[in-house]
């Protein structure tokens, strides 16, 4: 067991109008279902925790994985006083008190956990205001965030804090806590003996997406509609008619989704990439930028090796301005399909990357004489476009021994079309002309 065993105090209010989800919040490590990555038994936080030995902290995670709830616990086992302040409501004023406040306390000797919700809203000043109080101990900083923290914190204040992941909650773990909440007397449902099945709990806990404040919410809900006290099917359909996905369509679910449907679709896996689409969709994101972003998969990933892929892009982007919702999105699904079981290449994409390259480090080469216009006499005279083959009249259609690149990048490839698609035949006619040139301009 802990070294020191959290007080009460904390957690000594009145539960009476509490909604389900803060009275069953856990008064200890024990209580808090899932985290077992970082709360298991033998884990570095857990044991820091239960020594007392506590140190400023990120909360790193979706909402309803247990932020606050182990902010508290912070406080709770290193015996210091507790003060919170959200980032969406407050300023730098409130900031500025209850680092005042913290002052009064350390002079007293006594520490204080001050928890930041919402941390990446506040700006660069804000957040540093924390550091020299972080850095001279007199507060134990707990910040949370559902936002990336590289991205979105100080990097001044991620060298004074300890990141810590937190993930969604397991649908067993969920399904754990409803149960704990239904049989417990003292703060759950258990004086109402509520009959709810196991596969009832089960529904309840995937309805609630990780989120376990959302599933004891949902579990709140039923119980108020229960006829007889049995939670049945018709009670819960009531309460799950209208639940959400979790999703920002802002911030780091945003990028790791759309992530996913490129990679889905780049790895040729028309199943993943069909449900990271309707899972965006689903999560209210723009159907014009699942489009746009498609039309680029299929120019960098399918390129020449089926051109077609840029024509159904456009196609399936003007199909959704047409039609609208939610028609227009199965254009969306149909294209994400047809990418995914496409043949694949990026050479086109690699060899346009490498032309630039190469332009910023040769600077500005001349256009070799015999390929530039010259349109008057004065032109002409300084040999401008002499000895210029006209292509179409030499043998084959090609003249073969005629240098187009400029002279210091002569032999440069840019261009190596892949063995699949389209471009496999590319690939064939690319060679053929390339070992002829080279046998041309060997025999000059």
Same mark, same amino acid.
């Given at each position: 067991?802990?070294?020191?065993?959290?007080?009460?105090?904390?957690?000594?209010?009145?539960?009476?109008?509490?909604?389900?989800?803060?009275?069953?919040?856990?008064?200890?490590?024990?209580?808090?279902?899932?985290?077992?990555?970082?709360?298991?038994?033998?884990?570095?936080?857990?044991?820091?925790?239960?020594?007392?030995?506590?140190?400023?902290?990120?909360?790193?995670?979706?909402?309803?994985?247990?932020?606050?709830?182990?902010?508290? $616990?912070? @406080? /709770?086992? #290193? %015996?210091? +006083?507790? !003060?919170?302040?959200?980032?969406? =409501?407050?300023?730098?004023? &409130?900031?500025?008190?209850?680092?005042?406040?913290?002052?009064?306390?350390?002079?007293?000797?006594?520490?204080?956990?001050?928890?930041?919700?919402?941390?990446?809203?506040?700006?660069?000043?804000?957040?540093?205001?924390?550091?020299?109080?972080?850095?001279?101990?007199?507060?134990?900083?707990?910040?949370?965030?559902?936002?990336?923290?590289?991205?979105?914190?100080?990097?001044?204040?991620?060298?004074?804090?300890?990141?810590?992941?937190?993930?969604?909650?397991?649908?067993?773990?969920?399904?754990?806590?409803?149960?704990?909440?239904?049989?417990?007397?003292?703060?759950?449902?258990?004086?109402?003996?509520?009959?709810?099945?196991?596969?009832?709990?089960? $529904?309840? @806990? /995937?309805? #609630? %997406?990780? +989120?376990? !404040?959302?599933?004891?919410?949902? =579990?709140?809900?039923?119980? &108020?509609?229960?006829?007889?006290?049995?939670?049945?099917?018709?009670?819960?359909?009531?309460?799950?008619?209208?639940?959400?996905?979790?999703?920002?369509?802002?911030?780091?679910?945003?990028?790791?989704?759309?992530?996913?449907?490129?990679?889905?679709?780049?790895?040729?896996?028309?199943?993943?990439?069909?449900?990271?689409?309707?899972?965006?969709?689903?999560?209210?994101?723009?159907?014009?930028?699942?489009?746009?972003?498609?039309?680029?998969?299929?120019?960098?990933?399918?390129?020449?090796?089926?051109?077609?892929?840029?024509?159904?892009?456009?196609?399936?982007?003007?199909?959704?301005?047409?039609?609208?919702?939610?028609?227009?999105?199965?254009?969306?699904?149909?294209?994400?399909?047809?990418?995914?079981?496409?043949?694949?290449?990026?050479?086109?994409?690699?060899?346009?990357?490498?032309?630039?390259?190469?332009?910023?480090?040769?600077?500005?080469?001349?256009?070799?004489?015999?390929?530039?216009?010259?349109?008057?006499?004065?032109?002409?005279?300084?040999?401008?476009?002499?000895?210029?083959?006209?292509?179409?009249?030499?043998?084959?259609?090609?003249?073969?021994?005629?240098?187009?690149?400029?002279?210091?990048?002569?032999?440069?490839?840019?261009?190596?079309?892949?063995?699949?698609?389209?471009?496999?035949?590319?690939?064939?006619?690319?060679?053929?002309?390339?070992?002829?040139?080279?046998?041309?301009?060997?025999?000059?």
């Amino acid at each position: 067991m802990s070294k020191l065993s959290p007080s009460p105090g904390l957690f000594a209010e009145s539960d009476e109008l509490k909604p389900l989800a803060e009275r069953m919040r856990p008064r200890s490590l024990d209580e808090i279902v899932g985290q077992q990555r970082v709360l298991a038994p033998g884990k570095a936080l857990r044991r820091a925790l239960e020594a007392g030995r506590v140190h400023s902290m990120v909360l790193w995670g979706p909402p309803g994985c247990g932020k606050t709830t182990l902010a508290l $616990l912070v @406080a /709770r086992y #290193a %015996d210091a +006083d507790f !003060r919170a302040i959200s980032a969406v =409501l407050s300023g730098l004023p &409130e900031v500025r008190k209850a680092l005042a406040e913290a002052e009064g306390n350390f002079a007293q000797g006594r520490r204080t956990v001050l928890f930041v919700d919402e941390v990446h809203r506040f700006n660069k000043a804000q957040q540093d205001a924390f550091l020299p109080h972080i850095e001279k101990g007199i507060i134990i900083f707990v910040g949370a965030t559902t936002e990336n923290p590289s991205f979105e914190l100080n990097s001044a204040l991620l060298s004074r804090c300890r990141v810590h992941v937190l993930e969604s909650v397991s649908v067993e773990d969920i399904v754990a806590a409803l149960k704990r909440a239904l049989a417990d007397k003292e703060r759950g449902l258990g004086d109402e003996q509520l009959q709810v099945a196991d596969a009832s709990l089960q $529904l309840i @806990a /995937r309805a #609630a %997406d990780g +989120d376990v !404040r959302r599933g004891l919410t949902l =579990l709140e809900i039923a119980a &108020e509609l229960a006829h007889d006290g049995v939670i049945d099917d018709a009670t819960l359909e009531q309460v799950l008619a209208d639940r959400t996905r979790r999703f920002d369509k802002g911030g780091e679910q945003f990028y790791d989704q759309i992530s996913a449907l490129h990679k889905s679709v780049r790895s040729s896996d028309p199943d993943a990439a069909l449900y990271w689409l309707c899972r965006m969709l689903d999560g209210g994101v723009d159907p014009l930028y699942l489009a746009r972003r498609m039309t680029r998969m299929a120019v960098e990933d399918v390129g020449l090796a089926e051109p077609r892929a840029w024509r159904m892009a456009l196609d399936a982007w003007d199909t959704y301005e047409r039609l609208g919702s939610p028609e227009g999105e199965l254009g969306l699904a149909q294209l994400a399909i047809w990418l995914a079981i496409a043949p694949k290449s990026n050479a086109a994409y690699k060899a346009y990357n490498q032309a630039r390259a190469v332009i910023r480090e040769s600077g500005t080469l001349d256009v070799p004489m015999h390929l530039r216009n010259a349109p008057t006499k004065l032109m002409k005279g300084l040999g401008y476009g002499k000895g210029y083959q006209y292509d179409h009249d030499a043998e084959g259609g090609v003249a073969l021994d005629q240098q187009c690149l400029p002279d210091a990048l002569e032999g440069t490839v840019f261009y190596e079309p892949v063995e699949r698609g389209l471009e496999l035949k590319l690939r064939e006619k690319l060679l053929s002309l390339r070992e002829a040139r080279r046998q041309a301009r060997d025999r000059k």
